[in-house]
C-alpha cells in the first residue's frame, strides 16, 4: 500500500509555471507507475500525464503535451510535474495516482481505473 500527498498547486497568471509535487509514503514506490489526473469544475477526471515504474518512459495527454514535464525520482520516493506556459483551461485539481495493476510490458496506462491509489489533489488556477 501506499500513501500521496500533492503539494505546489496555487494561483498563477496565464503564461507562468507551476511544479507540482507528490510525496509517497512505503518502501515500494518503485513497484508502481505513477500518473497526474486533474478534475477541472464540471468537468470529469482527465489524465495529464504518466511514468513507467522505472521513469524511463512517459506518456502525456494532447492537451498538454510540449507543456509539462513528469519526472520521478525513486531514491526520495517523489513524483514531479513541471508545468509551464499555463492556459486558464489547464485551471483544475491535480490528482497524483499509483498504478500497480497495469504490466509493465504493458506500458503507462491513462485510464484512472488502472490506478488504485490516489492522493487528495492540489488546486490549480490559472488566471487570465
Known amino acids: 500500500q501506499v500513501q500521496l500527498v500533492e503539494s505546489g498547486g496555487g494561483l498563477v497568471q496565464a503564461g507562468g509555471s507551476l511544479r507540482l509535487s507528490c510525496a509517497a509514503s512505503?518502501?515500494?514506490?518503485?513497484?508502481?507507475?505513477m500518473g497526474w489526473f486533474r478534475r477541472a469544475p464540471g468537468k470529469e477526471r482527465e489524465f495529464v500525464a504518466g511514468?513507467?515504474?522505472?521513469?524511463?518512459?512517459?506518456l502525456y495527454a494532447d492537451s498538454v503535451k510540449g507543456r509539462v514535464a513528469i519526472s520521478r525520482d525513486n531514491s526520495k520516493n517523489t513524483m514531479e510535474l513541471q508545468m509551464n506556459s499555463l492556459k486558464p483551461e489547464d485551471t483544475a485539481v491535480y490528482y497524483c495516482?499509483?498504478?500497480?495493476?497495469?504490466?509493465?510490458?504493458?506500458?503507462?496506462?491513462?485510464?484512472?481505473?488502472?490506478?488504485?491509489?490516489w492522493g487528495q489533489g492540489t488546486p490549480v488556477t490559472v488566471s487570465s
Open positions: 511514468i513507467s515504474r522505472s521513469g524511463g518512459r512517459t
Open positions: 495516482a499509483a498504478d500497480s495493476v497495469t504490466p509493465a510490458l504493458l506500458g503507462i496506462s491513462p485510464s484512472a481505473g488502472r490506478y488504485d491509489y
Open positions: 512505503g518502501r515500494t514506490f518503485s513497484s508502481y507507475a
